[in-house]
């Protein structure tokens, strides 16, 4: 069974400012993780994976993540927060185990709000 | 990069009628694809899986006669919510996953008001 918790629903930053955004997954099996967002009324993107290659990942737009396995987390940085940041950002994990590109399975979501 | 084009962006239909959503793979082929369903501010819940040439899966909860699932060919899928109400109004979105790379593409959703 898999999981994942997304430890703050909202995150306000101001402009210019380090982004934050907690993940903790958990995984039968060696997991991929994505990191989402999703703009109003709007599909989702994906904005950066890990599948078990380098463990700091790069995404788009500035966005990094760490695959943590000693803490099970994926926390997704970005050094400095743009208005056009402000979204909603989904945590996803997927097993990739004996049936490989199982089902996702989404966090609850963090919406970030960033202040000019 | 892979696309899915999921149609109609927004509909407004009466209580009792159908509406029919489609998605679509651009640009790979996906066996496999996922219609989800999201309440206002709140994350996506996995309504079904969508396989081609055969029967959909759908999650406990989900009444597969009134959420339709068809997916004839590698490239489509459709969702058709039949006799709708106002409770079925929802953010409703389908992800394609490529037969190849097994790498997911969402659609970018569509909004249905039942009115």
């Known amino acids: 069974a898999q999981s994942v918790t997304q430890l703050d629903s909202h995150v306000s930053v101001s402009e210019g400012t380090p982004v934050l955004l907690r993940c903790n997954y958990s995984s039968s099996y060696s997991p991929s993780l994505f990191w989402y967002v999703q703009h109003p009324n709007k599909g989702l993107q994906l904005l950066l994976k890990?599948?078990?290659?380098?463990?700091l990942v790069k995404g788009i737009n500035g966005f990094e993540a760490e695959f943590k396995k000693s803490e099970t987390s994926f926390h997704l940085t970005k050094p400095s927060a743009h208005m056009s940041d402000a979204a909603e950002y989904f945590c996803?994990?997927?097993?990739?185990?004996?049936?490989?590109?199982?089902?996702?399975?989404f966090g609850g979501g963090t919406r970030l709000m960033v202040k000019p | 990069g892979a696309v899915v084009s999921q149609h109609p962006s927004r509909v407004i239909c009466k209580s009792g009628t159908s509406v029919k959503i489609e998605c679509r793979s651009l640009d790979f082929q996906a066996t496999t694809m996922f219609w989800y369903r999201q309440f206002p501010k709140q994350s996506l819940m996995l309504m079904a899986t969508?396989?081609?040439?055969?029967?959909?899966?759908?999650e406990q909860g989900v009444e597969k006669d009134k959420f339709l699932i068809n997916h004839a060919s590698l490239t489509l899928s459709t969702l058709t919510v039949t006799s709708a109400h106002p409770e079925d109004s929802s953010f409703y979105i389908c992800s394609a996953r490529d037969d190849r790379s097994y790498g997911y593409t969402f659609g970018s959703g569509t909004r249905l008001t039942v009115v």
């Open positions: 996803v994990v997927s097993d990739r185990g004996r049936n490989a590109g199982n089902m996702l399975t």
């Open positions: 969508s396989n081609e040439g055969s029967k959909a899966t759908y």
């Open positions: 890990y599948t078990s290659a380098a463990t």
